[in-house]
């Protein structure tokens, strides 16, 4: 299969987790994929993998919500690669408070990074695509947080809402250039974010060992099971390709039935 043979990828996060999954995933369909993440290292590592399995990537180096360096990425990209088609806004991360604790810096961090540099991607990644001419895709990690609002971590959820509410914004702003803009809405998915989510969990006395949280929130999956990046990989790369291209604005939920909207 090779849907997206020739087309141009940046990911961003995409030097592990769901990003890594769909970095491998994209590559194995023909795309050239620009692995970007905060860790070049690890990025650099990732592409490295992908070009010995036959692909063609890039790993770039990247802080999403500082704008000089997204353009310098997808200047990068375009050098390499000739244009970009398609952005997956991925990059986010999480630190759990109690509610009550939850401080302005806290509130700030989260949403630097998994609100505000979803809107700097998006708008350096429409610009490219406005000046090539030939439409686009832009498609945005969202979560099940921003559907409904989990105590343990209301900022997280707070950015993730506004991720959805970005989506649909940008949605209604690039239609007329033939730009497409779509979420996928992950549940519990097992990856190093989650292991870091349950580690903070235990170090604040919330759950008292390893795999209780996850556990308790798997509970309410109807397929009975958390993800894995790869269960993620298929409905990103339905959304990157021309299956979707009627698709815009919308959320599509991976959560294997955890929240029915």
């Known amino acids: 299969m090779a ?27 023909g795309a050239h994929v620009a692995v970007a ?7 650099r590592s990732v592409a490295e993998t992908l070009n010995r399995s036959g692909g063609s990537a890039i790993g770039v180096a990247v802080d999403v919500a500082e704008r000089a360096q997204v353009q310098a990425a997808i200047a990068q990209t375009v050098q390499s690669f000739g244009r970009l088609d398609i952005i997956f806004n991925n990059a986010g991360f999480n630190k759990p408070l109690p509610f009550l604790e939850v401080d302005e810096a806290n509130f700030n961090a989260i949403l630097r990074v998994n609100a505000w540099g979803v809107m700097v991607c998006t708008q350096e990644a429409a610009k490219q695509m406005i000046a090539q001419g030939q439409g686009g895709k832009i498609i945005n990690t969202a979560s099940i947080a921003g559907r409904q609002g989990y105590a343990e971590f209301a900022p997280y ?5 506004s991720v959805i509410s970005l989506t649909q914004a940008a ?6 250039h033939k730009i497409t803009v779509n979420a996928f809405a992950p549940g519990v998915v097992v990856t190093p974010l989650w ?3 349950e580690q903070d969990m235990i170090d604040k006395g919330v759950i008292k060992e390893k ?12 397929m009975g099971y958390p993800s894995r990046p790869s269960d993620m990989a298929g409905v990103a790369a339905f959304l990157a390709s021309p299956d979707s291209d009627y698709i815009t604005g919308q959320v599509i939920m991976a959560d294997g039935g955890m929240v029915l909207v």
């Open 3 to 29: 849907r997206l043979q020739g087309k141009v990828v940046i990911v961003t996060g995409g030097a592990q987790g769901i990003g890594e999954g769909i970095a491998t995933r994209l590559a194995r369909e």
């Open 37 to 43: 993440d905060l860790n070049g290292d690890k990025a």
């Open 157 to 161: 959820c707070a950015s993730k809402a």
């Open 171 to 176: 949605a209604r702003e690039f239609a007329k």
């Open 195 to 197: 292991d870091g989510l």
């Open 211 to 222: 795999g209780e949280f996850i556990e308790s929130f798997s509970s309410s999956i109807l």
